[in-house]
């Protein structure tokens, strides 16, 4: 799994699994990054708002891999919603992480995240964010761009405003919270869905019929999360700090039949992510 690549929209190929950072302190986070690309990672996922670029800078570093064989991503603030703020901050992350430039770059909410359930879409700023990072793409500096928790009036907003198009939307997608409709129409037009925190911030473990599924192909439960995001055509962005669980999260060649599938689509939405409900991305209205 760790050899295969999906293609992006402008022709960049990008690892089918990569590494999530977050909770990763920047004091922490440089030895598991290292040691997922020990063990043949090649995506390494992280975010301003993470606050652990440089630390996730050293671990790339420190592993001895050549830097074009590696995809690193990271994340415009939410908050940044002008274009002169988004030039400074894409130039502040490749400081912190030691780049020359980024593999992919992506605006992490169209709302700032004190109003994540708020109202207002941020029309305007998220115009401006992206026209930033359409200019460090077109300097190259990024060698793709994308959005991150944007929902389809979010995604139109950019593509009618847009010269260059998303390549991704990374988006909360495991099982028991699967939106169809935002993955089709992602889809449609030719952006690739990435999937975080595809086993649910851990409450998939929390769900019987998940457990015994898992048992049924032999495979751990976070193994049935990630492989269910796959074969959903996504991009999942398991995040450990476990050197077990980095290695065990990559060993996901089995497939899920059709009709198990269907189950796992289908099953009732997880209607309570516990203390992670205090984040916005996991807060139900």
């Given at each position: 799994m760790l050899n295969e690549n999906f293609k992006l929209s402008n022709g960049v190929e990008i690892p089918k699994l990569g590494l999530g950072t977050w909770l990763i302190s920047d004091e922490d986070v440089a030895e598991p990054v290292q040691k997922a690309i020990e063990l043949g990672y090649r995506h390494i996922d992280t975010a301003q708002a993470y606050q652990n670029e440089n630390g996730v800078g050293k671990g790339i570093k420190s592993s001895n891999v050549k830097r074009e064989e590696l995809f690193i991503t990271t994340k415009l603030a939410a908050e940044v919603k002008s274009y002169d703020e988004a030039i400074s901050a894409i130039d502040e992350s490749l400081e912190k992480l030691g780049l020359d430039y980024l593999d992919l770059m992506i605006i992490h909410s169209p709302k700032p995240w004190k109003e994540f359930q708020g109202d207002d879409h941020y029309f305007e700023g998220n115009i401006e964010a992206w026209k930033a990072l359409e200019k460090a793409y077109e300097d190259g500096k990024l060698r793709a761009i994308g959005l991150s928790n944007f929902e389809k009036e979010d995604v139109d907003n950019i593509?009618?405003?847009?010269?260059?198009?998303?390549?991704?939307?990374?988006?909360?997608?495991?099982?028991?919270?699967?939106?169809?409709?935002?993955?089709?129409?992602?889809?449609?037009?030719?952006?690739?869905?990435?999937?975080?925190?595809?086993?649910?911030?851990?409450?998939?473990?929390?769900?019987?019929?998940?457990?015994?599924?898992?048992?049924?192909?032999?495979?751990?439960?976070?193994?049935?999360?990630?492989?269910?995001?796959?074969?959903?055509?996504?991009?999942?962005?398991?995040?450990?700090?476990?050197?077990?669980?980095?290695?065990?999260?990559?060993?996901?060649?089995?497939?899920?039949?059709?009709?198990?599938?269907?189950?796992?689509r289908n099953m009732e939405p997880i209607k309570d992510y516990g203390e992670a409900s205090k984040f916005p991305v996991y807060a139900k209205e």
């Open positions: 593509l009618k405003n847009c010269n260059v198009k998303p390549m991704v939307n990374q988006i909360l997608a495991h099982i028991g919270n699967t939106p169809k409709e935002l993955i089709q129409h992602c889809k449609d037009n030719d952006i690739l869905v990435e999937a975080y925190s595809p086993i649910g911030h851990g409450e998939l473990f929390n769900i019987d019929e998940v457990e015994s599924m898992a048992n049924k192909y032999n495979v751990s439960v976070p193994q049935l999360g990630i492989r269910y995001d796959l074969q959903l055509g996504l991009l999942p962005l398991p995040k450990s700090s476990n050197p077990d669980h980095i290695k065990s999260n990559a060993e996901v060649d089995f497939e899920i039949s059709d009709e198990d599938m269907d189950t796992l």
